[in-house]
């Protein structure tokens, strides 16, 4: 089947759909010039997004882990959403309270592009929480200075990120699970299915009888496990999926 049979079909699966789901990653705002974690132009310097997003790591060199992330912040505040994110959206107006989208991605742009039936489930890199009090806050400085304090209590700000060995948060964790057990169609777009529990959301809905479609630039880990697999950029393909079937 061509890419054009696998769109029309794809298209067919989401005209039925009674309720869809959406897993997003780096891939989509690969599109929007955000470096993606595995891929050849990686994140920063030669460490792996594996030594630096950790709670030892911040432990050990916090003023090193806020550098990554003052860097990171400052080359996302230069982006913008694209054509992906932006039929997201779309998605989201026509399908309403019966879709839900959960991004693995922290930088913002899917908020940006006017989702707001979301989980970002590793958290928001324009979000701040505090190590003393525990108090969260949305905060855009750039940079922030080398070692960022509460204003409330003077405590070390940290990312309020989900880093790996850390669990994400309950409710998130409640409310993707309703997502994938009760979805029609489970759309994956633009992960390489590595990082887990986001890694084993496919077979999750899979078993709970959704169909699922995968839209990346390569074959994946999961890709024997989906039902479609249309490989190209998210930005040209996603917005596809808009038309009639
Ligand atoms: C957890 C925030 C329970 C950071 C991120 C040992 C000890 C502890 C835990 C573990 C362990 N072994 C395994 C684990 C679990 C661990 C894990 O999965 N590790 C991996 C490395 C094996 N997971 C965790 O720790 C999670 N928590 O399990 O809690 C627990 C607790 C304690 C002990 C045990 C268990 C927390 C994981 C969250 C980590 N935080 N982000 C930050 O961003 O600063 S993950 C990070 O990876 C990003 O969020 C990113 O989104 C995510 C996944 O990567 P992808 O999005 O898929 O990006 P990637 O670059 O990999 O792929 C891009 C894809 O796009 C590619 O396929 C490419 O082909 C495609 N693409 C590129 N361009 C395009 C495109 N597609 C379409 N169009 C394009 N243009
Ligand atoms: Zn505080």
């Not at 029609?184 to 890694?199: H, Q, R």
């Not at 959704?210 to 479609?228: F, G, Y």
Request: aromatic share 8%; charged share 25%; net charge negative.
């Amino acid at each position: 089947m061509t890419t054009d049979d696998h769109i029309l079909l794809a298209r067919r699966h989401l005209a039925a759909a009674r309720k869809l789901t959406i897993l997003t990653g780096a891939g989509i705002s690969a599109d929007s010039g955000v470096p993606t974690f595995r891929g050849a132009d990686g994140l920063w310097r030669n460490f792996r997004p594996e030594d630096l997003a950790t709670p030892e790591a911040f432990e050990r060199d916090p003023r090193l882990v806020w550098e990554w992330y003052n860097w990171r912040r400052e080359l996302i505040a230069t982006k913008q959403s694209n054509s992906a994110h932006h039929a997201v959206v779309e998605l989201e107006q026509r399908w309403v309270d019966r879709m839900w989208l959960i991004t693995q991605n922290v930088d913002g742009l899917h908020r940006a592009a006017g989702s707001q039936r979301l989980s970002e489930i590793h958290g928001n890199i324009w979000k701040v929480r505090c190590t003393g009090c525990g108090v969260v806050s949305e905060n855009r400085e750039i940079p922030l200075p080398p070692l960022p304090t509460c204003r409330l209590c003077q405590a070390l700000l940290r990312p309020h990120i989900v880093w790996f060995g850390e669990s994400l948060w309950e409710e998130e964790i409640h409310r993707c699970d309703e997502a994938l057990r009760d979805c029609d169609v489970f759309l994956v777009i633009g992960t390489s299915g590595v990082v887990y529990p986001a890694a084993g959301f496919a077979s999750v809905a899979k078993e709970a009888g959704a169909m699922v479609i995968e839209i990346n630039l390569d074959r994946t880990p999961q890709s024997n496990l989906v039902d479609l697999s249309l490989q190209g950029r998210a930005k040209d393909l996603v917005p596809l999926l808009l038309y009639p079937a």
